[in-house]
């Protein structure tokens, strides 16, 4: 009887111990996109539909999570408290160690598959405790023009109204394109890769006023690299070319891209400039990162004053 009554306590101790470790192990999956985002897309989609409910529940599922686990604990000491006394204390203590090890070995693809497979139940389930929280709305990244929006409206904190207008002015421009603020390709000061870098041809390029300059290849038209002012120095060895100071090749952008547009390929390819192209992919012009920026201060500046027409470099 003695032996039964324990074995019983073990199964059941095993029992809490298992639902325990996979309590723990449910991972809420995360969104990178705002509510707001999520509910704009939710209105044409079942997929964003679902996303936006377990967005937001996160919080009340996390309270849920850790209730639960407190309760399914609580009763394990007991048990084993009740069974072996200080002895089921140190089981227990041992136990629970062994559940948080478990936790951080089980993948947490399984759970979270498993939740956005029934999102509805567990978002029920977390629904008990709806009132703790709200979803946290700041994504990792910008997904549209409407989520920004969102952002910039709800955060006066963060960005003033000079600056909110500046974004705005910026986003909403059509009027200033790559063509209007590059440099024409016939002020572009070109360079071979087969050139030997030496004081003369450092002081050609200096005169230039320029800091940055295509590299093509001997003989062809070819973009090869680009070779920076600021890489010149020092001159370490004799005969040195500029194939072994350039840097790889511009990233190329249309002619008639957008300030906005351009500031994306800024970011994309983390880029200080550009070579400029035209439909047939031949190259028109070249466009630095300060020739961006200085055009965005000229957008600033009129949409302070009210002016219109930013499109002169």
């Known amino acids: 009887m003695r032996y039964s009554i324990s074995m019983a306590f073990w199964i059941l101790a095993s029992i809490l111990w298992t639902v325990l470790v996979a309590v723990l192990a449910l991972r809420w999956p995360a969104e990178p996109m705002s509510v707001a985002e999520l509910e704009r897309r939710a209105k044409h989609s079942v997929k964003f539909r679902t996303r936006l409910l377990l967005k937001k529940r996160a919080p009340a599922w996390r309270v849920l999570q850790m209730v639960f686990a ?33 936790v951080y ?21 977390a629904g008990y ?8 709305d700041a994504p990792t990244a910008i997904h549209s023009r409407h989520e920004l929006d969102e952002i ?26 790559a063509r209007d603020i590059m440099t024409p390709a016939e002020d572009i000061v070109f360079v ?5 870098l030496g004081p003369m041809i450092l002081d050609d390029l200096h ?26 120095l020092p001159l370490t060895q004799q005969n040195q070319k500029i194939a072994d100071r350039m840097r790889r090749p511009l990233p190329l952008v ?6 906005s547009q351009l500031m994306r390929r800024v970011a994309d390819h983390h880029a200080t400039a550009f070579v400029v192209v035209d439909d047939e992919e031949l190259p028109i012009g070249l466009l630095s990162i300060a020739d961006i920026f200085a055009a965005l201060g000229l957008i600033a500046k009129k949409s302070r004053t009210g002016l219109g027409d930013t499109s002169e470099k």
Do not use: M
């Not at 910039?152 to 394109?177: C, E, G, N």
């Not at 093509?216 to 690299?225: C, E, I, L, P």
């Open 152 to 177: 910039l409206a709800h955060s006066p904190d963060a960005v003033s109204d000079s600056q909110r207008q500046t974004i705005i002015a910026v986003l909403d421009d059509d009027k200033t394109h």
């Open 192 to 196: 071979r890769d087969s050139n030997t």
């Open 254 to 259: 249309g002619a008639d891209e957008t300030l």
């Open 129 to 136: 405790f709806a009132w703790f929280g709200r979803a946290d």
């Open 207 to 232: 005169k230039s006023g320029h800091a940055i300059f295509p590299v093509v290849r001997k003989g062809s038209d070819q973009f090869v690299g680009a070779f920076y002012i600021a890489d010149a």
């Open 70 to 102: 407190t309760i399914i604990v609580l009763i394990l000491i007991t048990v084993l408290t009740l069974q072996y006394q200080w002895l089921g204390t140190l089981i227990a203590a041992g136990a629970l160690a062994l559940a948080a090890l478990f």
């Open 105 to 125: 070995i089980i993948p947490p693809d399984w759970s979270r598959k498993l939740i956005a497979k029934h999102a509805e139940f567990f978002a029920k389930c």
